[in-house]
C-alpha cells in the first residue's frame, strides 16, 4: 500500500475524514439514511434524500463503515430504492461523541491496487470571539 504525506494529500483527507464525520452525524440526526455507493442509473437526482457516495469515493468510504462495523446496523439492499438502509447504533453515537479519538485515523482508499493509506491533516480549531 502506498502511503501519501504530502501536505496536500493530507488536507484531501482531511475533507474525507470530515465528511465521513458529516454522514456520521446526518445518520445520528435522521435514525435511517439510505445509502447508494454510485448512482449509475440516476435514479437520486431529485432530492430524495439518498445519499450517493459515489465511484471515486467509494472504497474510502466503505473502508471506514467496515473499519468500524459496531458503529452501524446495515439494512438489506434495496431493489426499489436503489439504495440501503443505514442506522447508528449505540457504540457509534459515543464514538461520535468522542470522535477526538478516532480522528486521525489513517485513511485508506484507491481504485487501483495497492492503493494508498493517508493520515489526515489535525482538524481545525474554530477559535471563539472573547
Not at 442509473?41 to 430524495?48: A, L, Q, S
Not at 442506522?87 to 489513517?106: F, H, K, Q, S
Not at 482508499?109 to 493520515?119: D, L, T
Request: glycine residues 8%; hydrophobic residues 35%; proline residues 5%.
Amino acid at each position: 500500500m502506498k502511503r501519501l504525506k504530502t501536505r496536500q494529500e493530507r488536507r484531501i483527507a482531511r475533507n474525507v475524514r470530515d465528511s465521513q464525520w458529516r454522514f456520521m452525524e446526518r445518520v445520528a440526526r435522521e435514525g435511517i439514511v439510505w445509502t447508494c455507493p454510485w448512482d449509475k442509473y440516476r435514479r437520486h437526482k431529485n432530492g430524495d434524500g439518498v445519499y450517493v457516495f459515489g465511484l471515486l469515493g467509494s472504497n474510502e468510504f466503505l473502508h471506514w463503515l467496515h473499519s468500524h462495523k459496531d458503529w452501524w446496523k446495515t439494512g438489506r439492499w434495496s431493489e426499489k430504492r436503489c439504495a440501503k438502509s443505514i442506522r447508528i447504533t449505540d457504540v457509534g453515537l459515543r464514538a461520535l461523541a468522542n470522535r477526538e479519538l478516532y480522528d486521525m485515523e489513517p485513511i485508506c482508499g484507491g481504485m487501483v491496487e495497492p492503493g494508498y493509506i493517508v493520515m489526515p491533516l489535525p482538524p481545525v480549531r474554530e477559535i471563539a470571539n472573547a
